[in-house]
T-cell receptor, first 113, second 110 residues
Framework: NAGVTQTPKFQVLKTGQSMTLQCAQD?????MYWYRQDPGMGLRLIYY???????DKGEVPNGYNVSRLNKREFSLRLESAAPSQTSVYFC????????????FGPGTRLTVT | AQRVTQPEKLLSVFKGAPVELKCNYS??????LFWYVQYSRQRLQLLLR??SRESIKGFTADLNKGETSFHLKKPFAQEEDSAMYYC????????????FGQGTRLTINP
């Protein structure tokens, strides 16, 4: 099992460009999450999906949209990238949302110039 | 609002010495606390959770509701313990959400 996979690993965007970060899990988990990691700020939740067909905002949703394409896949879209969105993005999944372990992907390092 | 504070960004100790990574939280209800760890070139992974009350890789953490703390301890540090450690809080209201602290980078010197 690959666990949680993310593409791409690295990306450089110019201000105003758009892109979609892809995430997939093969563990048959119901819940999926997108976090961003910034120095000195830890991980902050952007959006999450408790189950297929549902999505909800986390702590820092502005400037992002998500799609839970099916049970396996949860994508994060930046419609108009800004330098403040330069960060490392992590996708995670868990069996349910009820305090169980979250399994993380390897991360995507995004730079917006 | 729920918050997790890890006061030390960096912590350096010698091999064989005791290590304690501090975590304090703010939440008025009954929290669930976790420690996650990220070793170099590896993914973030769960180290332990307070409800399990278990020791993983020699680490333990006790939830102190009076002091609202969940410090991570190990009596004898090993070089392979060098990593980034995150304390995280799950609240009943935010059942789907974890609130992470800022993280502590632990370095074990030989």
């Amino acid at each position: 099992n690959a666990g949680v996979t993310q593409t791409p690993k690295f990306q450089v965007l110019k201000t105003g460009q758009s892109m979609t970060l892809q995430c997939a899990q093969d563990m048959n988990h119901n819940s999926m999450y997108w976090y961003r990691q910034d120095p000195g700020m830890g991980l902050r939740l952007i959006y999450y999906s408790a189950s297929e067909g549902t999505t909800d905002k986390g702590e820092v949703p502005n400037g992002y949209n998500v799609s839970r394409l099916n049970k396996r896949e949860f994508s994060l879209r930046l419609e108009s990238a800004a330098p403040s969105q330069t960060s490392v993005y992590f996708c995670a999944s868990s069996k349910t949302g009820s305090g169980e372990e979250q399994y993380f992907g390897p991360g995507t390092r995004l730079t917006v110039t | 609002a729920q918050r997790v504070t890890q006061p030390e960004k960096l912590l350096s100790v010698f091999k064989g010495a005791p290590v304690e990574l501090k975590c304090n939280y703010s939440y008025s209800g009954s929290p669930e606390l976790f420690w996650y760890v990220q070793y170099s070139r590896q993914r973030l992974q769960l180290l332990l959770r307070h409800i399990s009350r278990e020791s993983i890789k020699g680490f333990t953490a006790d939830l102190n509701k009076g002091e609202t703390s969940f410090h991570l301890k190990k009596p004898f540090a090993q070089e392979e313990d060098s990593a980034m450690y995150y304390c995280a809080l799950r609240t009943i209201q935010g059942a789907q959400k974890l609130v992470f602290g800022q993280g502590t980078r632990l370095t074990i010197n030989p």
